[in-house]
Structures are given as C-alpha cells and as structure tokens.
C-alpha cells in the first residue's frame, strides 16, 4: 500500500512522522464541539424519527474546504486508510476532551453491495473500525442495503425522506444491544441516518447514537 507523499490538504511534503495529512493542517481541522451538547442541530436533523442520545460530528464540512478533500480522497481514491485515520483521530480527540461513552457495539451506514464492489470498501465502516480502536468498542456490521437508492443530490428533502425509507434491513435479529453507536460519512438531511435507526430500533436497539466524520450545513 502507497501512501500520499504531500498533505492531502495543504500539498506540503509529508515527514516519515505524518501520514497523509501534516501536523499543522491536522492541528487546524475544522472540528465540532458538536458532542458537547445535547441536544444540539444534528438531534434536531433526526427528532421526531428517533430518541438519539449522542449525535456528534468530528469535522464541519465546506464547499472547497479541506474536509471536502479529505472525503473526496476516502470516497474515490481508493484510500481505506484514511477512514481510519479519521476514527482515530476523532477518538483521541473525544477522549482528551474528557469525553465518556458507554457504547457496547459500533456498526455504520452500509453501502449496497455492488457499490462496495466497486469502491473496495465501506468508507464509513473504516471509520468506524478505527474510532472503535481509539475508543476500544467493538466494530460489526449490523445491516444491509436492500437496494440501490438514486443519487440523493437532486432530490428534495420530501424525496430523500422517501428515497431511502425500507432500503435499511438488520443484518441478524434480534440485535440484543444496549447502546449502539452508528456511523456514516456525512451527515445532511439525516434521511440515510434515520432510515438506519428505524431498522435498528425496529430490530431491538435500546439505545442509538450517531458519529459522522462531517456535518454538512
Ligand atoms: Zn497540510
């Protein structure tokens, strides 16, 4: 496996120390403190679908931002790695905020299937596997993706809501956890997040959480 020589956000030459993004440009991520509150916007994006204890995002999305590189390079530059990279950074970074959880069991969003022939791998379960290791909670994934849903961006809110309602299956029941935390990529109607949630919750979730990498709008 080749890793970036350059930042991935800033092209700086990397040091044998840093591993695709430099120091300064991992010091200055557009983190949340999103998981500071509760409830606080990404609740808001979920309510009326789901209880949801914590919803957190690590980073804030922009147009032409470094996180939009970021995720473009984990999406379709085949770069598994630095879906990890993310979860552990953002474990690490909840941790020394003092942060505690009592998740029993991680899961992400899941791509359908032939999507991840494609891709090679789910770029929000890299995530998830690696805040798993940071936080040390296991990782499994929890569901499947019953069909392939349109590509939501043309979509009004209204059409999204629908586009992915029942796409989202268990991938065994019951599903016996007391405090699931699920994740995705990003997050911005909450429609995929929800449709999960209903699925979970349907196939026996006490207790549901959300992380994403970023937070759109
Ligand atoms: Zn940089």
């Known amino acids: 496996m080749l890793f970036p020589h350059c930042c991935l956000t800033c092209n700086a030459a990397l040091t044998s120390q840093e591993q695709q993004v ?12 999103l998981h500071q509150y509760q409830p606080n916007p990404l609740h808001y994006k979920l309510s009326g679908k789901a209880e949801i204890m914590h919803a957190m995002a690590y980073l804030q999305f922009s147009k032409g931002g470094k996180v939009q590189r970021l995720l473009h390079s984990l999406k379709y530059h085949h770069n598994p790695e630095l879906g990890r990279l993310l979860g552990l950074w953002y474990g690490h ?6 942060c505690q959880f009592d998740f ?3 899961t992400a969003v899941p791509l ?5 022939r494609k891709r090679g791998y789910n770029q929000s379960a890299v995530f998830g596997q690696g805040l798993g290791e940071a936080l040390q909670i296991p990782f499994e994934e929890l ?9 939501q961006t043309r979509k009004t809110q209204a059409e999204r809501w629908t586009n992915v309602a029942e796409v989202f299956a268990p991938a065994r029941t019951p ?7 699920l994740v995705d990529d990003v997050i911005t109607t909450g429609a995929t997040l ?3 949630i209903q699925a979970l919750q349907a196939a026996g979730v006490m207790r549901l959480s959300i992380a994403t990498i970023a937070t759109a709008g």
Do not use: M
């Open 22 to 33: 430099c120091v300064t440009c991992q010091a200055n991520l557009p983190t949340t403190d």
């Open 93 to 98: 970074y909840l941790r020394g905020q003092g």
């Open 104 to 106: 029993d069991l991680i």
């Open 112 to 116: 359908h299937p032939s999507k991840l």
């Open 143 to 151: 569901l499947i993706r019953q069909r392939h849903t349109e590509s």
């Open 175 to 181: 599903l016996s956890v007391k405090h699931l935390l």
């Open 194 to 196: 929800s449709a999960c």
